[in-house]
Each structure stands twice: as structure tokens, then as C-alpha cells.
Nanobody, 122 residues
Framework: QVQLVESGGGLVEAGGSLRLSCSASGRTFSSYTMGWFRQAPGKEREFVAA???????SYADSVKGRFAVSRDNAKNMVYLQMNSLKPEDTAIYYC????????????????WGQGTQVTVSS
């Protein structure tokens, strides 16, 4: 069982930066792939980024070059550094975990946090 808690969301102007954090419980955190997804009002949940237990990273095309995912296994933490934010990045951001290789499909993740709101003003 893994419990996830996101933090770091907020209101930022376009072009600004935010760093989201996800704290995970459980002694096997280092063996999980960690993903970030987001959901805007009226839209489906979409993949943002993922990092495997080996450190392999994957990004959605819409955030590639602007966002960076990282993890600290010693602290059971995963991060999403978001730079050059755009109004279209506005969404609730969710941290997720799965005990297998990286995936862009949200239904393949087993554990989810409650989400943190990111709002980018124009």
C-alpha cells in the first residue's frame, strides 16, 4: 500500500515556475514508477510525466523542455519542476504510483494522491 500527498500548487503568472512535491509512504517506494497527471475542468485526466525506479523519464509533448520530473528515494519524494508555465497548464495535478515500468495511461496506475491545484494567469 502506498499513500501519496501532493503539495506545491498555487497561482502563478504565465512564464513563471512552480515546483510540485509528492510525498509517498511505504518502504518499497524506490521500486515504484511515479507519474504526474493533470486534469483541467471539463477535460480528461492526461499524462504529464513519469519517472521509473531506474530514473528513466518520460514526458508529454506539451511539457517537454519545460517540465522536469525527479525523485529522491531516500526521502520517498518525487518532484515536478514546472518552468515557463502557460495558462493551458492550469489544472489539478495528481501524483500516481505503479509497481511496473513507466506508463502514460492513468488507469494503469495503482495509487493516487488527492491532487494539488495549479493556476496560471495570463
Amino acid at each position: 500500500q502506498v499513500q501519496l500527498v501532493e503539495s506545491g500548487g498555487g497561482l502563478v503568472e504565465a512564464g513563471g515556475s512552480l515546483r510540485l512535491s509528492c510525498s509517498a509512504s511505504g518502504r518499497t517506494f524506490s521500486s515504484y514508477t511515479m507519474g504526474w497527471f493533470r486534469q483541467a475542468p471539463g477535460k480528461e485526466r492526461e499524462f504529464v510525466a513519469a519517472i521509473s525506479f531506474t530514473g528513466y523519464t518520460s514526458y508529454a509533448d506539451s511539457v517537454k523542455g519545460r517540465f522536469a520530473v525527479s525523485r529522491d528515494n531516500a526521502k520517498n519524494m518525487v518532484y515536478l519542476q514546472m518552468n515557463s508555465l502557460k495558462p493551458e497548464d492550469t489544472a489539478i495535478y495528481y501524483c500516481a504510483a505503479r509497481s511496473s515500468r513507466t506508463s502514460r495511461i492513468y488507469s494503469e496506475y495503482d495509487y493516487w494522491g488527492q491532487g494539488t491545484q495549479v493556476t496560471v494567469s495570463s
